[in-house]
């Protein structure tokens, strides 16, 4: 039973033009989200999170919205640069303890 | 500040095998978790530990165990591996408030059984 879903294994996005990376959960216990960005034989490495009493936070060019009626949240990435090329995962946990349930990952290639 | 140290970066064992793996937090971190990270079964929570006691647990096997030392160094241990054991673990480390929110990743060790 896949806790946190990314339905779109990967995605192609031009140079400059904004990068929209969606996951969705079915636990109603998660409240606390994260992203994170995971090149080939590297270790994840953290982006940005949200609070489940939040509905939006942004850090530079990575903005993550959550909407917990539908128990889906998204990252958007503007602009677009082909640095940013790489996995994307979604994470969530409850907020005891640093038990990360992890999504499947988008493969994102930004096009120069 | 160092980040989080894996050692060592990888790995070859034989099945039937046990194996050690070593992570090192960044400083002042107390907690530490492992992961495992397969292309069938994307990265998986295998344990957490939190001022030497273990806090939370995933769905592996007993084959599956760590410990952490009064410096917060964690080891893993695989006992009698088997080929589907083959994968990214992963050590994780985050501040010391038990709520923390993100946790930092080591680049990894990869072991192969063969």
């Known amino acids: 039973d896949q806790q946190v879903k990314q339905n779109s294994p990967s995605l192609s996005v031009q140079e400059g033009r904004i990068s929209i990376l969606n996951c969705d959960y079915t636990?109603?216990?998660?409240?606390?989200f994260l992203w994170y960005k995971k090149y080939p034989a590297e270790g994840p490495t953290f982006l940005i999170s949200?609070?489940?009493?939040?509905d939006k936070n942004e850090d530079g060019r990575f903005t993550v919205f959550l909407n917990k009626s539908a128990k889906h949240l998204s990252l958007h990435i503007v602009p677009s640069q082909p640095g940013d090329s790489a996995v994307y995962f979604c994470?969530?946990?409850?907020?005891?303890?640093?038990?990360?349930?992890f999504g499947p990952g988008t493969r994102l290639s930004v096009l120069p | 500040k160092a980040g989080v140290t894996q050692t060592p970066r990888y790995l070859i064992k034989t099945r039937g095998q046990q194996v050690t793996l070593s992570c090192s937090p960044i400083?002042?971190?107390?907690?530490v978790s492992w992961y495992q990270q397969t292309p069938g079964q994307g990265l998986q929570f295998l344990f957490e530990?939190?001022?030497?006691?273990?806090?939370n647990k995933g769905n592996f096997p007993g084959r599956f165990s760590g410990r952490q030392f009064s410096n917060s160094r964690s080891e893993m241990n695989v006992s009698t591996l088997e080929l589907g054991d083959s994968a990214l673990y992963l050590c994780?480390?985050?501040?010391?408030?038990?709520?923390?929110?993100?946790?930092?990743f080591g680049q990894g060790t990869r072991l192969t059984v063969v």
């Open positions: 994780a480390s985050g501040p010391s408030d038990q709520f923390s929110t993100e946790a930092f």
């Open positions: 636990n109603s216990m998660f409240d606390y």
């Open positions: 949200i609070s489940s009493i939040k």
């Open positions: 994470a969530a946990k409850q907020s005891y303890g640093q038990n990360f349930v």
């Open positions: 400083s002042g971190h107390r907690s």
């Open positions: 530990y939190f001022s030497e006691t273990q806090r």
